[in-house]
């Protein structure tokens, strides 16, 4: 297993030399970097900011429907062949983007996923996952791990249940720690979303510089970003949770004129927000508004000041994600893309244009405050979605084709951990969307499972793509029998294939397609000069980068001295 390379207090050693600058616009550095908006347009490809910025035929009359987006580009860097994480799940991609860090080293896989030296929960979390049997000092049993709306204490709730919260505030307040994974060589103490991540983050390093930070996003469990110190490297937080019931929520606008004190769409699914391509904006909207406050020098909800616009600060959007995956029955309503080059449905231009509209208002509003001049935008994506091709999908166990890996291998007695397998009556399930992350209970099985899922390619099997094990496998993550991260077996099926029994879906992420993994990724400033970068680059490189934005030194993180992660390229900083 990969480990860390210094210890917490030599984080701050590095940073001699390199301070956060003086938090205020008066003190004569015009166009020095004293902050950066950092935004996850969750599912945004690079095609689509092409798309949206310049106009395509078939969508808003052929008329760029993103302007503010393009605005950002004429004073930007686009890297075209910016890719994701791999797996390119929300859990691992928003920890590459922060950490630097690729899975192989910050141990994140998926927000789902398994580890052998880890117990299960205490009780069983909101998603059925264990409860676990736990004795301290003993060797660990091995258990499914989820950082998702599970964990809250109440996932039915905007606030996740936290006590005496307000209606959408309750954030790190609001995980159950009896829901955790917990770990036995630690006399089986939870294991917190912050302690997960292996390596630190670039909020981290910040905060420890003198920085303000601050970040909002899906669900409390993904204050992860503050690894590995936890709570005290964030100095704000928001993070309602999105897998919640859909509520009235007073004061709410958007800027698309949605007003969301009465739900907007009250015939949609109201289980979750990312049910309706309307109640998913108001969802959203909720993060808008904690980031003006932010640039305002306020705290989240704007009842508290921070000491100044943070230093980093951003969230994370999911409407576009919704608009291109939804399959809404309620209204007949179908998302997603019209053809192979990316024209987008009436429903997902619509979501574009919210996004849009919500990043004009972070630009007049920098503006406004007079800080436009000195803050770095950043927008990228978690992950993008496959297929574009709305002629490729095929939900394979949906369909009653074929079946799923993990499935296959459940009904191989002896080879699925119970915890993972789709035989468990009451388990979470494994971890399959359009690839299949496979842990054995025994890694020298592997070569059998292997023979197995051969025997079964499709397209009445699993619908076969490729195989990663063994070496395959360990060029780009860990030896599994040496990470109890890492998984013994990684199947990506054909394109367009997702192992996915839903209804309300035409697309997925998690994979390793092009689809999946092609996101945007646009750095702008008014001093720099519009340019396109062709070179394949990582969204970990961010992580870096925004160090150096901030004239601090890129080896204070983990990934930069362990993986060498590089600081973008064809940028250059004051």
């Not at 991609?93 to 299960?120: E, F, H, K, M």
Request: aromatic content about 6%; hydrophobic content about 35%; glycine content about 10%.
């Amino acid at each position: 297993m990969k480990k860390m390379l210094v210890s917490l207090p030599l984080i701050a050693a590095c940073l001699v030399g390199g301070a956060i600058a003086e938090n205020n616009d008066n003190n004569g550095h015009h166009g020095q970097i004293k902050r950066v908006l950092l935004i996850s347009v969750d599912g945004m490809h690079a095609v689509d900011f092409a798309n949206c910025a310049n106009g395509i035929a078939g969508a808003n009359n052929g008329s760029p429907f993103c302007p503010a987006l393009a605005a950002l580009g004429n004073h930007g860097i686009n890297y075209v062949a910016a890719s994701t994480s791999k797996p390119s799940d929300s859990f691992p991609g928003l920890t590459a983007i922060v950490t630097g860090g690729s899975p192989a080293l910050t141990g994140i896989y998926y927000d789902v996923a398994y580890s052998r030296n880890l117990d299960g929960p205490k009780v069983q979390t909101g998603n059925g996952n264990g409860p676990g049997t736990c004795t301290a000092g003993a060797a660990p049993t091995g258990f499914t791990t989820e950082y998702e709306e599970g964990i809250d204490l109440n996932q039915a709730l905007v606030n996740g249940g936290a006590p005496g919260a307000s209606l959408t505030d309750g954030g790190i307040a609001s995980i159950d720690p009896q829901r955790l994974p917990r770990d036995p060589a630690n006399g089986c103490n939870p294991v917190f979303p912050w302690q997960f991540v292996r390596t630190n983050s670039i909020f981290t390093v910040i905060h420890q510089a003198g920085g303000v930070t601050a970040w909002s996003d899906k669900h409390p469990a993904y204050s992860s970003v503050s690894a590995p110190i936890g709570p005290a490297a964030l100095d704000d937080f928001y993070a309602p949770e999105i897998n919640s019931n859909v509520v009235p929520l007073p004061l709410v606008t958007t800027p698309t004129g949605i007003n969301c004190a009465t739900v907007p769409d009250p015939g949609s699914d109201l289980t979750s927000w990312t049910n309706s391509f309307q109640n998913i904006q108001c969802y959203d909207q909720l993060k808008v508004n904690a980031v003006l406050n932010w640039i305002d020098g306020k705290t989240h909800l704007g009842a508290g000041t921070l000491s100044g616009t943070p230093n980093i600060f951003g969230m994370n959007f999911q409407a576009l994600s919704v608009g291109q995956k939804l399959i809404e029955a309620s209204n007949h309503t179908t998302g997603g893309y019209l053809d192979a080059q990316a024209t987008p449905s009436a429903a997902l231009l619509a979501e574009f244009q919210f996004v849009d509209d919500s990043i004009a208002s972070f630009v007049n509003e920098l503006k406004a405050r007079g800080l436009f001049d000195s803050t770095l935008i950043i927008i990228t994506a978690k992950h993008g979605q496959s297929p574009i091709d709305p002629s490729r999908y095929v939900p394979q166990t949906r369909a009653g084709i074929g079946t799923s890996p993990v499935t296959l291998l459940s009904n191989a007695p002896g080879f699925i951990p119970f915890s993972e397998s789709t035989n468990n009556p009451t388990g979470i399930g494994p971890t399959e969307d359009d690839v299949s992350l496979v842990w054995l209970t025994d890694p020298s099985k592997t070569q059998a499972a292997v023979d197995i899922l051969e025997a079964n390619p499709g397209p009445s099997g699993i619908a076969l793509g490729q195989i990663y094990f063994g070496p395959a496998l360990a060029i780009n993550y860990n030896d599994p029998t040496v990470d109890p991260r890492t998984p013994d077996i990684i199947v990506t099926p054909n394109v367009g294939i997702t192992y996915s029994g839903s209804k309300a879906k035409q697309e997925e992420h998690g994979g390793f397609a092009h689809d999946d993994t092609n996101v945007i990724l646009l750095l702008s400033h008014p001093s720099f000069k519009p340019a396109t970068v062709r070179a394949g680059v990582g969204t970990a490189q961010v992580a870096p980068t925004i160090l150096r934005a901030l004239g601090l030194d890129p080896s204070a993180l983990d990934a930069v001295r362990d993986e060498g992660t590089n600081v973008l390229p064809a940028v250059q900083f004051k």
